[in-house]
């Protein structure tokens, strides 16, 4: 029997739960797989909403993971780009990974563990453009594979993305299984978005408020990402 | 300015946590509502990931949520049908709440506290018909009102309800703008899911193991549930 093999979800305080738990939920039960969410610490942590979550596994735990995979959120995540212990796990596994994949605003922090580096890649609309301070190439898709990494656009995109990611991971047969069982089978109740009228200037004071709130102590990477684009 | 009213979560041991996750997240950040979880006990809990996951208030500090949603599950979620502390406090809070809702089986956690009596429901293809052991109706779409009741069908439809949902407490102007935020633009990689070949023979006997399982040591339950249909 083949060594099973390791994907991990790289969790931190207060992102964004839904890109964690969208694709966490689609590549759990993998065959030839064990999932874990690995952490710095197995603390309790605050999300961006009221629930709380625990990591199953220590970064020390899980050195080797074929797949690992970064949630987003907002100024919670733009603080973990300056998490040295996040960011080193990162930069440690993130070279010998087969897929280091990432949900919304979770591929800046690909991008400052060096892991986007003359590649294409994709976030949330609102910080696309933001992908090219680490010398990314930002791409307008709901999810972009370039070699071995493949990230996701805003949140709900983390869904589609590992469904992809699980068609290639076990198969056709077995990700539509997989889409039966969670009922994926989306009716937005407003229909499509029209991107042509995406809320750009509501958000961009919040982006602009995070990057100051998370990144105000650490100038760097403040002046790397912060301003108009 | 008017008081606050609550918008309450209920979480227990072994749920499926994108089913929670899912419209927790489109429901939190609603003007005029605070949104909690609310469990028996605010200890770190297994889900049917690797993600653990703690409530942020115990049913007793919620007495009087305005909406209340139960996520769902497998063996997990037919055990809390016969959890008398939880199945309490739905009788409780259930008759006086202006919205009782539920995501996949969750409905019947709902049926079991007497909320889906004579009232059109749905849940999760596979366990659809076990809906009657309620007195309900069985509907096989994405999310079914029935006055005060909302149920959706399975795990992601929890979505697509909470947006439907958003529209009503705060417009749909408002339900907009969180999809935008959410980048809920499903692109489903296979494409959408051909209804009449969903894998029914596969999963029926994970319910009846799951009923086994959770109501073995409750007769009246699992004979309420239990064989074919």
């Known amino acids: 029997m083949a060594e099973e093999k390791t994907i991990a979800f790289?969790?931190?305080?207060g992102l964004?739960?839904?890109d964690l738990v969208g694709p966490l939920q689609v590549l759990t039960d993998v065959p030839g797989y064990r999932t874990v969410v690995v952490a710095e610490?197995?603390?309790?942590?605050?999300?961006?909403?009221?629930?709380?979550v625990t990591a199953s596994h220590t970064f020390a735990e899980v050195p080797d993971p074929?797949?690992?995979?970064?949630?987003g959120g907002g100024a919670p995540t733009l603080r973990a780009l300056a998490d040295e212990t996040l960011i080193g796990y990162l930069r440690d596994v993130g070279g010998r990974a087969e897929v280091v994949g990432s949900v919304c605003t979770g591929s800046?922090?690909?991008?400052a563990a060096d892991l986007l580096k003359g590649r294409q890649a994709t976030t949330h609309w609102s910080m696309l453009d933001r992908l090219t301070a680490f010398d990314a190439t930002p791409v307008r898709k709901r999810w972009v594979e370039d070699g071995p990494v493949i990230t996701a656009a805003g949140v709900?995109?983390?869904i589609d993305m590992a469904l992809h990611l699980l068609t290639r991971l076990a198969g056709a047969d077995y990700a539509r299984l997989a889409q039966y069982i969670l009922e994926?089978?989306?009716e937005p109740p407003l229909g499509r978005l029209d991107w042509t009228k995406?809320?750009?200037?509501?958000?961009?004071?919040?982006?602009?408020?995070?990057l100051q709130e998370a990144l105000g102590d650490h100038p760097d990477l403040h002046t790397r990402l912060a301003g108009p684009r």
Chains 1, 2 share one sequence.
Do not use: N
């Open 10 to 13: 790289v969790l931190y305080p």
């Open 16 to 18: 964004t739960v839904l």
């Open 41 to 52: 610490r197995l603390d309790t942590w605050e999300t961006d909403t009221s629930l709380r």
């Open 66 to 71: 074929s797949v690992v995979i970064v949630p």
């Open 108 to 111: 800046l922090v690909l991008g």
């Open 156 to 158: 709900s995109a983390g």
């Open 184 to 186: 994926y089978d989306p």
């Open 198 to 210: 995406a809320p750009h200037d509501f958000f961009a004071p919040f982006v602009e408020q995070w």
